[in-house]
């Protein structure tokens, strides 16, 4: 029989204990539930990344987005093998972005406390563990191993000042790369994202969805009689329209929520975690919001919306064309 540390007379003397003991331990404990979708962090996990405690939304996303771009392949594939039970252990060493841009190198382990019939994980419990200064002198002696089989003291000196000259380089490199993405994934008009990016965001939001179990909508928004305005006060003013009413769509989004322009007055919202109930609210919010915008020459605009949820395995192009059959249904209708 396992020995017992506490034995507590009550549900509030547990709670007292357990919560003393996550703020005091030094790793940073999490706990995810699939039926709601939220995460518990403890206070050092938040304050193992720099964090007020507390701050970040209680979701996935939160740490997914914390993930080194070059580490969250690595991590996606073995999380959802340990989640479908196809490995028996979950430890992966990786780097989460902290509050002030760096990065933490970090061992995350975690054990499934609940699994579904199909033996699917719907609950994990796990902790991250600060292992930067290990992993900073492990790099450090394999440079210095690499630099003393050389036998060349000079040429140590000179590999530095190369390095440096390098990272100067490359960090050149990155921000120009950056810029040349994000002007290849935005609509020039508007500054939403364009047709390229939201089919990227569309495939990566898939995969989260059918990870995760969560819940996943689409929603096309259409223009009623946009020739009309176009050729009536003229393209410059039907510019500014598509520009408005772009500004006035993100405005009423969340931050997980991708807008794009997908045509010449059509746009696209992805909704992650939201269900068909969510997504039409979001819907019939925005169109009572459109129709109370002044847009350019005191036009009223109207819209006509599509609203489908994700079904499983379903492909993109079959998630695309739902949708737009749900908006020109609506159209008719209108």
């Known amino acids: 029989m396992p020995y017992k540390t506490y034995a507590h007379k009550t549900i509030a003397a547990s709670d007292l204990t357990l919560n003393t003991i996550l703020d005091l331990i030094v790793e940073g404990t999490w706990d995810w539930d699939s039926a709601t979708g939220t995460v518990i962090r403890s206070p050092s996990w938040y304050r193992m990344l720099g964090y007020p405690i507390g701050e970040l939304l209680p979701d996935v996303f939160t740490w997914e987005k914390s993930i080194h771009c070059d580490d969250y392949a690595r991590v996606m594939a073995h999380i959802e093998q340990y989640i479908k039970g196809e490995i ?144 009536t006060h003229g393209h410059k003013v039907g510019d500014a329209v598509l520009v408005t009413l772009a500004k006035v769509i993100a405005a009423n989004l969340r931050s997980i929520d991708c807008l794009a322009r997908w045509g010449g007055d059509e746009f696209l919202i992805i909704l992650p975690s939201s269900d068909i109930h969510q997504a039409s609210d979001v819907a019939a919010k925005l169109n009572d919001v459109i129709a109370n915008t002044h847009f350019s020459d005191n036009i009223e605009l109207s819209c006509s919306f599509g609203v489908v949820e994700y079904q499983q395995n379903e492909t993109v192009d079959d998630f695309f064309h739902r949708v737009d059959q749900a908006m020109y249904q609506d159209k008719e209708a209108s």
């Open 88 to 231: 028996d252990t979950y430890c992966i060493q990786y780097r989460c972005q902290k509050q002030d841009g760096s990065y933490l190198w970090i061992e995350d382990r975690a054990q499934a406390v609940s699994r579904n019939s199909e033996g699917v994980a719907t609950r994990l419990i796990g902790a991250h563990h600060n292992i930067h200064a290990h992993k900073v002198i492990e790099q450090q002696l394999q440079q210095q191993t690499r630099l003393l089989e050389e036998g060349n003291q000079t040429l140590e000196k000179l590999l530095a000042r190369k390095a440096e000259e390098l990272e100067l380089k490359n960090k050149q490199l990155e921000e120009q790369v950056a810029t040349v993405e994000k002007l290849s994934q935005t609509d020039v008009l508007t500054q939403v994202a364009n047709r390229e990016k939201v089919n990227v965001e569309m495939v990566k939001e898939i995969a989260r969805s059918e990870r995760y179990n969560h819940p996943l909508s689409l929603m096309f928004i259409d223009i009623n009689n946009f020739k009309f305005i176009n050729d």
